[in-house]
């Protein structure tokens, strides 16, 4: 990371608060465990800190369809019983289940990536960070795998504004599905995926024979990947997949996923990745404190802390207290067979490339988010339109002047009065304080 990059760090403690219920493996609590080794670092000294606007029903639907964002904002767990129709035709399911609050966790994460690729729309940030978004399993119409709302696809639409070329690089262990689905027949986004692919694994797709259609052709890349696959392994890979993506591609934009649950141990994976291994939104990563570790060395790329400094989660690292996962001792089913002729058959995918007439190719200062009229990118071959939104338009929806002082206003209203200067620093409107509470 440049000494002179400017970094912007969204956050929101309510996205924490949320329970997906028994046994169910996303924990977004998890998110709280992460910011509190953001505050014991002292990394929010390094940053600018925003908490993002919740998400408006119309910015959901610049993807989604305008059916599917009315259920989600109209279903609650005490009404589920009577749209089983309904919840069966969007897949709110098991996997995807109806819980408090749900629209609102959707709001403040998808708000959060779309604030982050404003701030670089309008390059007020080189580095936008929400470890809340990542949720690249969600449909157009319908959620899956955890995936509600398609923060990433908002994201990068919203960065295709200003930006002739987007590319999209997953890491998670699952396959970014739902982000290649949106993207598959235009050459605007290259989406490129390292995932766990084959014995039925979720969601099962992520082929390497899947290039993208149409104008899209060659612009959807899928390394797919056997248990067991090591660090080594891995960076090598990874390092000359994506040096070559990006010489050939040039985007403006990268849009980074880095789903923890490609570490080892994870409860849900089925790599042996250590942090030093892996190369910001968030994603997936169903072990508590490993995700907390791992989304920590993600910002400080690659810089390991020997010992995790005292915070409201400490027990949770211990017995060692500090950010490595140990690999564990398993097989790598990955030949350097195999690994080669990915690699060779992603090399020919780029060199099949023909870019389009009217998108001059030349290089520019990247802008990285590590996650109205509809906005349409119309996928089969037609022409995209975006209507321009100023960067200031989610004006917050309250008069301080006609507020009561003496009536209880709700936390997130509250937190829009807060100037972002003093927002995580020391002072009065410290939201976090030393003893851990709030």
């Not at 069966?88 to 629209?103: A, G, I, K, S």
């Not at 696809?153 to 930006?163: A, R, S, T």
């Not at 790598?332 to 690994?339: A, F, P, Q």
Request: aromatic fraction near 12%; glycine fraction near 8%.
């Amino acid at each position: 990371m440049l000494e002179k990059d400017r970094i912007s760090y969204f956050y929101d403690g309510d996205v924490g608060n949320v329970y997906f219920g028994p046994n169910h493996p996303m924990k977004p609590h998890r998110l709280c465990m992460t910011h509190h080794l953001v505050l014991s670092y002292g990394l929010h000294k390094k940053m600018e800190i925003y908490r993002p606007h919740k998400a408006y029903p119309i910015e959901l639907a610049q993807f989604h369809s305008a059916d599917y964002v009315e259920f989600l904002h109209r279903i609650t767990p005490d009404t589920k019983h009577l749209y089983s129709s309904e919840l069966t035709r969007f897949n709110l399911r098991e996997d995807c289940p109806v819980f408090d609050n749900l629209f609102e966790f959707c709001q403040i994460y998808a708000g959060g990536t779309l604030d982050a690729a404003r701030r670089l729309n309008h390059k007020t940030c080189d580095i936008a960070i929400n470890w809340a978004g990542g949720l690249h399993h969600a449909k157009k119409c319908e959620a899956s795998g955890f995936c509600y709302i398609n923060d990433l696809v908002l994201g990068i639409l919203e960065l295709l504004k200003y930006h002739a070329r987007v590319l999209y690089i997953d890491i998670d262990v699952h396959h970014g599905d739902g982000v290649e689905e949106a993207f598959y027949f235009t050459d605007r986004v290259m989406t490129v995926s390292f995932h766990k692919y084959g014995d039925l694994f979720f969601p099962g797709t992520g082929d390497i024979k899947d290039i993208g259609e149409r104008e899209g052709k060659y612009y959807s890349i899928n390394i797919p990947l056997k248990d067991g696959i090591d660090d080594s392994s891995f960076t090598r890979l990874f390092k000359t997949i994506i040096a070559k993506v990006v010489e050939t591609y040039l985007p403006g934009a990268i849009v980074l996923q880095c789903g923890a649950d490609s570490l080892a141990r994870d409860r849900l994976g089925c790599f042996n990745l250590s942090i030093e291994g892996s190369t910001v939104t968030g994603g997936g990563g169903y072990t508590k404190e490993n995700v907390a570790r791992f989304l920590d060395m993600e910002f400080y790329f690659g810089i390991f802390f020997a010992e995790i400094p005292n915070n409201e989660y400490i027990e949770y690292f211990a017995p060692h207290y500090t950010l490595k996962v140990p690999n564990l001792n398993m097989d790598n089913l990955n030949s350097k067979t195999y690994l080669s002729s990915i690699k060779v058959q992603v090399m020919e995918s780029l060199r099949s490339i023909q870019h389009a007439p009217g998108v001059q190719m030349q290089e520019v200062r990247l802008s990285v988010l590590l996650v109205v009229d509809y906005v349409h990118l119309l996928l089969h071959g037609e022409t995209f339109q975006a209507k321009q939104i100023p960067p200031d338009f989610y004006i917050p929806d309250f008069d301080e002047d006609e507020l009561d002082p003496d009536e209880r206003v709700d936390q997130h209203t509250q937190d829009k009065q807060i100037h972002r200067d003093d927002e995580y620093y020391e002072g009065d409107n410290d939201n976090d304080q030393d003893d851990g509470t709030r």
